[in-house]
């Protein structure tokens, strides 16, 4: 008999049908007669409620089933009478896979999110952080099924690199060298060339820049993986190690950025709704998130636009006190993203056309020269979840833009390369993938959306 998933069970049980489940065993109640045991394999937010007889030879097993302890039963699928579930499971058989020690972490009762982060490598049983990753590994799905549907490549870019992409020095350092003997050339410098890669490398903050490279010859691509950050940044909103989704395409501008951002997220928000419709059920029940409905009605309606200049003037014109006072040229600091998305236009909102002077150097100098052809999209509660622009495709404008932020085009010889061959318009965006599923799914805390999280002083599991 083959094993059945409990979702499978659930959604296409008939009665009076053989089952054979491996799952983990949630609660127990036993009485004189009858036995009643929930169950859950991970496939579903729903458990499976287990009958046992009190003739049925398993029954002396109970003793050992306890909270946590993994089985194996077959029995019969039958229609329950019960309140709280439409099936159960009358068993035939019941096997101890492995038992549970009676120090088990996670009892029947509510934990709280700090409590089940120390447990990380338990919480994938909690009611909640089963379905955070389910949210979570659907919404990857969908991404895939979103770029191949609009004739996007994955392209797979390097994890290992050379140069700083956003220019902000916040990198990890890989190396082979011997911390406690470095090596030093004459002039006492420390000797890279007897590194492993013959020059200093580190772990990248972004795949755009070979993004724009396999851009520029499979016209649209996008990356989907794992980039790193050494921000010492304790936030609610900050990984050192996160996944980014950046889309690349040639022959585009920064209008066509923000329209494929805005009908890339507005999918997402639909159909996550169609595929997690238990989870996101349980999530706004207890974590205070949107419904399922008012998720899928985001993906009905049309984002705010406004100019980096207008939104200073909305903000100007605040009657609330930022912490960070706000005038024309201020990095926008979250208190301000949300005060446009919560207050002002109370849905996500893309804001375009920065100060050059906060941005990165690969971002199109506009005809003022002083902003960028730049896009941030915020949502609610959150703030920016994509940054995106259309890329400086000239030249000699670019090399400029590069020296004036200490960046050596002569090390980025490659990518000027770009510029010089066929070099064309393109825009791009990332998506922050763990900014995403925070949104969809409530979680106040981006650590609580990625099964295993990395930051400053946090390295468990
Ligand atoms: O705005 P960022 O820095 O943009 C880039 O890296 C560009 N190279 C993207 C591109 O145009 N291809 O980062 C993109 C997104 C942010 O909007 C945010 O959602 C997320 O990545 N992000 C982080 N998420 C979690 N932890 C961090 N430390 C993050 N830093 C950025
Ligand atoms: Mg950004």
């Given at each position: 008999m083959l094993r059945e998933r409990v979702k499978h069970i659930l959604q296409q049980g008939r009665e009076g049908q053989s089952v054979t489940v491996r799952a983990w065993v949630r609660s127990k109640r036993v009485s004189k007669n009858v036995a009643f045991v929930v169950v859950n394999d991970g496939s579903s937010q729903r458990d499976l409620q287990l009958v046992v007889d009190a003739n049925n030879p398993s029954f002396g097993k109970l003793e050992e089933v306890s909270t946590g302890a993994a089985i194996r039963v077959d029995g019969v699928l039958k229609k329950s009478e019960?309140?709280?579930?439409d099936w159960e499971v009358h068993v035939d058989k019941l096997d101890i896979l492995g038992g549970c020690s009676?120090?088990?972490?996670?009892?029947k009762k509510g934990h709280t999110l700090e409590f089940l982060r120390d447990i990380a490598h338990l919480r994938g049983r909690s009611n909640t952080f089963g379905a955070v990753y389910r949210v979570r590994n659907q919404l990857a799905m969908l991404i895939h099924e979103f770029f191949q549907g609009h004739g996007f490549q994955w392209a797979h870019t390097p994890i290992i690199t050379a140069s700083d992409c956003e220019g902000a020095g916040e990198m990890f350092q890989v190396t082979t060298l011997d911390l406690n003997q470095l090596p030093r050339d004459a002039t006492g410098a420390i000797d890279f060339k007897q590194d492993f890669f013959g020059k200093r490398a580190n772990l990248t903050v972004s795949g755009q820049l070979n993004g724009e490279a396999m851009a520029l010859g499979l016209g649209d691509i996008y990356t989907f993986g794992p980039t790193f950050r050494a921000e010492n940044s304790n936030t609610t909103r900050h990984l050192a190690e996160f996944w980014m989704v950046e889309p690349e395409m040639a022959f585009a501008d920064l209008q066509d950025d923000m329209v494929l951002a805005e009908e890339f997220l507005r999918f997402l928000f639909r159909e996550i709704v169609r595929r997690c419709p238990e989870e996101l059920g349980f999530l706004g029940q207890h974590y205070k998130n949107m419904t399922p409905e008012q998720i899928a009605d985001l993906g009905e309606h049309a984002f705010g636009r406004i100019s980096y200049t207008e939104a200073v003037k909305e903000l100007s014109a605040a009657k609330v006190q930022f912490e960070y006072p706000v005038s024309w040229g201020i990095d926008l600091q979250t208190e301000h993203e949300r005060y446009l998305t919560d207050t002002v236009f109370q849905k996500p909102v893309i804001v375009t056309d920065y100060p050059k002077d906060f941005k990165a150097f690969y971002m199109r100098l506009n005809r003022d020269n002083k902003t960028v052809a730049a896009m941030d999209v915020l949502v609610p509660r959150i703030g920016e979840i994509i940054g995106g622009s259309q890329r400086e495709d000239r030249i000699d404008v670019l090399r400029q833009r590069m020296m004036d932020v200490h960046i050596n085009p002569d090390d980025l010889a490659w990518y000027m390369d770009l510029r010089r061959y066929g070099g064309c318009p393109h825009a791009g965006f990332g998506l922050g993938f763990e900014r995403l599923v925070q949104y969809v799914t409530g979680m106040a805390n981006i650590r609580d959306v990625i099964p295993f999280p990395r930051f400053p002083q946090g390295v468990a599991f």
């Open positions: 019960g309140k709280g579930q009676d120090d088990y972490p996670l009892q």
